[in-house]
């Protein structure tokens, strides 16, 4: 029987994600996108650099993870792509296509559904000369390094996240929902520890936005807890920070990872990603 070699990889940072190395996405064979695939599941995120994938390439690649996940917000959706969401400062005739400044500060992607997407890629399609950096910091380091009593206090709590206090209460793009919007979105219970399904790995899993508290606690005493877990587990020492390059592909895995976007001139450059999601399941 035919054995693929091993994919070529060195790790983001020191046991922290992978860079595939001589990977032409858009050409590969099934076999080799199992192993790029394999290779996520076991490292937490993954880069290639140089691809050059359209939008049709994107949905194929993205369901090699499993089934894609439809965007919450259609406003900016590519046409004719609902799977892919343009994040970007671009407009066309005065008349912006994208989002812009989503997903500034720490935190995992549609935490407010009971079923949080499992990985989240962003495609390079053009970058600022500086800024504009995704920082991915690894929970399952965060967790590990914290006392054997505080891991076991923090196993036993669950956090509220909810839809409706993010879209209120947030830094850009803040607004008030629809009755229709308040209806889809009820609020959701997970729980602060996370187990990974595929690896059984534990991570610390708070997040910000969707944060309103943690089940049983006074919120006076609940938020500022969650503010000092995600400042412990978003150290230097568990991040990542990815400076883009038209052509890069970052998938990672929304299940044991944080992330942030970082701001640049959005006078002086033009940024553009393109952005699927995969649906998750519900954490333990
Ligand atoms: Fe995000």
Redesign the pocket.
Known sequence: MHTAAPLAIRPLRSGFGAQILDVDLASADSETLQGVVQTFNLHGAILLRGQNMDPAALVSFASQFGEPEEHTVKKHTMAGFPEIYMLTNRKVDGKPVGSHN??VGW???FSYKEEPVMC?MLYAVSVPEEGGDTLLADMCAAYAALPPDEQERLAAMTVHHSYQYFATTRKYNRRELTEAERAAHPDVFHPLIRTHPANGRKALWPSTGTVRGIVGMDPAEALPLIERLVEFGTQEQFVYRHRWQVGDILVWDNRCTL???TLFDDTRYVREMHRLWVKGDRPF
């Open positions: 989503d997903g935190h995992t992607d989240t992330h942030t976007g």
